[in-house]
């Protein structure tokens, strides 16, 4: 049976590897995409999805939860992609009547396929209403991991926040000593050229996107 689904944001990196996968692995769903110029008629996207998944920057998804919720039929599932939980989902069922799921896909745009790629579910309410959904992403070959929305920003707090921080640091410093990565490639432990490969991934990507994921937990 087709399924309708709709995701905020499906411009941007995430949503762009929902689509590539969703085409390959899960062609009964129907995809659309709503970006910034759809809200000028918010209703023509919005309205009969069968599911709708915010893909949003963390600071602004509390403002898109709240905005997107009118617009949605009576049974929509209400989901986000953000990398903390607690904040969005509780927002999600405090605003909304619906069945509300927290996802965040730990992995980067770039796969290709979703085997053993882990996704982290955190319940919301009505979870009759969206566990195929969710079976579906495991069927696919998406590793499922169920906790708390408390559990899972305690344990990005470090796997994330810190992380990413002290990455970062690592890049500054070696940008700061005008170090010649290539000579030092050819020195390089594999286990150091593995961490200077997680800098480069991380300065290629844009810095707004760390920044948000680094300061988003008041207690970092």
């Not at 709503?34 to 998804?61: C, G, R």
């Not at 599932?77 to 989902?89: F, G, M």
């Not at 919301?124 to 992403?137: P, V």
């Not at 050229?193 to 300065?203: A, D, P, Q, S, W």
Request: proline content about 5%.
């Amino acid at each position: 049976m087709q399924k309708r689904i709709c995701i905020i944001g499906g411009n941007g990196e995430m949503g762009q590897m929902t689509q590539n996968i969703f085409s390959k692995f899960l062609p009964e769903y129907i995809l659309t995409i709503f970006d910034e110029n759809d809200w000028q008629t918010p209703e023509q996207k919005l309205a009969n999805q069968d599911i709708v998944i915010l893909s949003v920057p963390i600071y602004l998804t509390t403002e898109i939860i709240k905005r997107t919720i009118p617009y949605l039929s009576k049974g929509t599932i209400l989901a986000d992609y953000t990398s903390i939980k607690k904040e969005p989902l509780d927002c999600m069922l405090a605003n909304y009547d619906g069945p509300v799921v927290g996802l965040h896909p730990i992995f980067g745009p770039t796969i290709s396929s979703p085997e053993n790629q882990v996704i982290v579910v955190c319940d919301g309410k009505q979870q009759d209403k969206y566990q195929y959904f969710i079976d579906d992403l495991a069927r696919i070959g998406f590793s499922i991991e169920k906790m708390t929305a408390e559990a899972h920003d305690e344990a990005m707090t470090f796997i994330q926040g810190i992380e990413h921080f002290s990455v970062y640091c690592l890049g500054m410093f070696l940008k700061h000593k005008n170090i010649d990565i290539h000579k030092m490639l050819k020195l390089a432990s594999p286990v150091y050229k593995m961490e200077l490969n997680i800098v480069g991934r991380l300065f290629s990507q844009g810095p707004g996107l760390y920044a948000d994921i680094i300061m988003s937990d008041k207690q970092r």
